[in-house]
Each structure stands twice: as structure tokens, then as C-alpha cells.
């Protein structure tokens, strides 16, 4: 039975790639250039990637908390990954290099709804929260 649901969804696998770029691609044509809003990554890049986020950067980490608070108030779900230098079990394994530029973009991205069944007005509307909250 696990087999055969893999390859059903690795039948689907192309058309949900595709659709995950496009709501990225729909998603980066609307935060381009919005001031206080950085994309990471490049338009080549994004493209080509198979996208589980669509995280954006903010100015700092406090600012992302209160952005991440006032979508949550209006139900634009985020989250955020923090950077695998700060978890328990990085220090637990012999691992004492930090990584500056990771744990700075962990504390600063979070991460806007992204799915397959989000439509164009699904990203506008998550766009327009996000633009009203961290401008």
C-alpha cells in the first residue's frame, strides 16, 4: 500500500512543482522591491527550486516577531526555522562553530503560506497582509 501511494504522488509530482512555482513566481512579482521586505534567493534560482517555503527576510528579529503576530491576528498562517547552530542537540554533538549568517537570517525570515491549492487571490491577499504589517 506504501508504494503505491508513492508512486501515485510521484505521478503528481511534476504538476505540484510546477504549481509551487507559480505561486512563487506570483509571490515575487508582488514583494519585488517592497521596502523593509527582502527575497532571498534569485528569480533563476527560484524557478528551479522545489519550494516548501516562501520565506521572506526582515530587518531584524523583533521586527519579524511583531509582523509574524499581526498576520496571525489576521489569519495569514507564518512560521520560521531557526538555525541549527542554536538547537540543543548542534551543542550536544561537539558542534561549537557558529554560523553568523545563518542564525542572522533564522532570526530575521519567516515563512509565508505556501501550498498547491493557494490560488492567485490566495497570494494577493496574503501579499497585501504582509505588506501592510512590515511597512
Do not use: N
Not at 503576530?69 to 542554536?86: D, H, N, S
Amino acid at each position: 500500500p506504501r508504494a503505491a501511494m508513492a508512486g501515485a504522488h510521484l505521478r503528481e509530482l511534476d504538476g505540484r512543482l510546477q504549481k509551487l512555482r507559480g505561486t512563487v513566481a506570483a509571490y515575487r512579482e508582488r514583494l519585488a522591491g517592497v521596502d523593509g521586505i527582502t527575497l532571498p534567493f534569485d528569480d533563476d534560482w527560484a524557478a528551479r527550486a522545489g519550494h516548501f517555503a516562501f520565506p521572506v527576510v526582515l530587518a531584524d528579529a523583533e521586527t519579524r516577531d511583531r509582523v509574524r503576530a499581526t498576520l496571525a491576528e489576521r489569519g495569514v498562517q507564518t512560521t520560521f526555522y531557526p538555525a541549527i547552530t542554536t538547537l540543543g542537540l548542534y551543542e550536544e554533538a561537539g558542534r561549537e562553530h557558529p554560523c553568523p549568517r545563518a542564525e542572522d537570517f533564522a532570526e530575521r525570515h519567516l515563512a509565508m503560506p505556501l501550498s498547491t491549492s493557494m490560488t492567485p487571490d490566495d497570494v494577493e491577499l496574503a501579499c497585501e497582509e504582509l505588506i501592510a504589517a512590515a511597512t
